[in-house]
């Protein structure tokens, strides 16, 4: 192989990369544009079927039939859901080129930043998220608050839970 289709070879190879980064990050767009419209079709449609959807309480892992389905259709059922936009995406491409993660900073007006980190899948020339995760974003200097808080809480539920 000469140097010139030596150049060509990698000029198409990023061209394929960044057209494939594009293509993602269009799909992760779509994804919250459709939460925030309440559009149940075109969300869950980003997703594989056996997607999982990991939310920010310590017992949401939602596979994606049939709980995300149901819990989904419930919340979007007026036309609302949540609204999320992403202010900052990485995205790596696995060698392979047909399985992709991420991570992003997501903002919401009412609740502030969080991350989102996921993985998505080339199924039939289409770019589906098989894995979301959400969490929330905690300041280094809030630490020890939010851990005395979050056991004060798992403290008070299993009270509850036990009665007491």
Avoid: C
């Avoid at 900052?88 to 009412?110: C, H, K, P, Y």
């Avoid at 979301?132 to 630490?143: G, I, K, P, T």
């Amino acid at each position: 192989m000469n140097i010139r289709n030596s150049v060509y070879l990698l000029l198409a190879m990023s061209f394929t990369a960044s057209a494939d980064d594009v293509a993602i990050a269009a799909v992760i767009d779509d994804f919250h544009d459709a939460a925030a419209h309440g559009d149940n079709a075109r969300y869950l449609g980003h997703m594989t079927d056996d997607a999982v959807f990991m939310g920010t309480d310590e017992w949401e892992r939602w596979p994606k039939q049939p709980d995300f389905v149901d819990y989904v259709g419930g919340r979007f059922k007026d036309g609302n859901g949540w609204t999320y936009r992403s202010v900052e995406r990485n995205i790596q491409l696995a060698d392979a080129g047909n399985i992709a993660w991420f991570d992003e900073v997501i903002f919401s007006e009412t609740s502030g930043r969080f991350r989102g980190t996921g993985v998505v899948v080339l199924e039939n020339g289409t770019w589906k998220i098989a894995h979301y995760a959400m969490s929330f974003l905690v300041f280094n200097e809030n630490w020890q608050d939010v851990i005395e808080l979050s056991k004060q809480t798992s403290a008070m539920k299993k009270n509850t839970e036990s009665g007491q």
